[in-house]
């Protein structure tokens, strides 16, 4: 593992830019899990499922509550994922991994966490939960400088960074494989749990699978950047 580690550190410290694609095993190793039914659902979802019955965050975000519940429910959300966040180990480390590198991020993550720790180079492909839907004017701003940067960078070093998205995704693990398929000065880096890594052939020979916790993995990966 370690050996794939370093050669990854390698490859992020040769590329000209960093194309990072995150879903919901990053939110998962910063602790916040919007499909599970967890202490901190209860701790400030609790009155919504006694009174409605949802079972997660990701049922209330969809419910629908009567427009003055809505409000409070947005308003309990905002006080889980923004007002009482303060950061993580995995994005610590992801800054200190893309420092000095241009980048974009390409999300399904809602929660706006990318934006709280610096990185607003995004496109939040779902919309946020907050002040982003999809089609939106702003969204389709967000689509165009994505675009932007996938032109910007054609024929030079790109690193793919791929965080815990899951093996069969379609929204942006396989386009983006394609993309990297279409683009040979480009490198693939994924990090996830063993049985969710997935890497189409045509790109196996330019692919980086690191694999295990997400967190600890970032960690290990910036050390050996730090140490190259």
């Known amino acids: 593992m370690m050996d794939k580690i370093i050669q990854a550190a390698q490859i992020i410290k040769d590329a000209d830019a960093i194309l990072i694609s995150a879903?919901?095993?990053l939110s998962i190793s910063e602790g916040?899990?919007?499909f599970a039914n967890n202490q901190a659902f209860h701790q400030?979802?609790?009155d919504f499922q006694t009174k409605y019955g949802i079972q997660s965050i990701l049922q209330g975000a969809s419910y629908n509550f009567p427009a003055d519940e809505r409000a409070a429910f947005i308003t309990q959300l905002k006080q889980y994922l923004l007002d009482d966040y303060h950061g993580s180990s995995s994005f610590n480390s992801l800054k200190a991994i893309i420092h000095g590198k241009d980048y974009f991020v390409v999300t399904s993550n809602a929660d706006k966490h990318f934006q709280v720790?610096?990185?607003n180079q995004i496109w939040e492909i779902e919309g946020n939960f907050f002040d982003l839907q999809m089609r939106s004017p702003q969204w389709h701003a967000q689509q165009a400088a994505f675009q932007d940067f996938v032109k910007q960078y054609r024929g030079k070093k790109l690193v793919q960074l791929?965080?815990?998205i899951g093996a069969a995704n379609q929204l942006i693990k396989a386009p983006l494989?394609?993309?990297v398929a279409m683009n040979?000065?480009?490198s693939y880096i994924t990090i996830n749990l063993a049985n969710e890594i997935n890497i189409m052939p045509v790109i196996a020979d330019r692919s980086t699978a690191l694999t295990g916790d997400l967190s600890k993995t970032l960690e290990q990966l910036k050390e050996a950047i730090d140490h190259e």
């Open 162 to 164: 791929e965080l815990g």
């Open 117 to 119: 720790n610096g990185l």
């Open 184 to 186: 040979p000065s480009w």
């Open 32 to 34: 916040v899990n919007i």
């Open 44 to 46: 400030y979802f609790s």
């Open 23 to 25: 879903s919901n095993g």
């Open 177 to 179: 494989m394609r993309m």
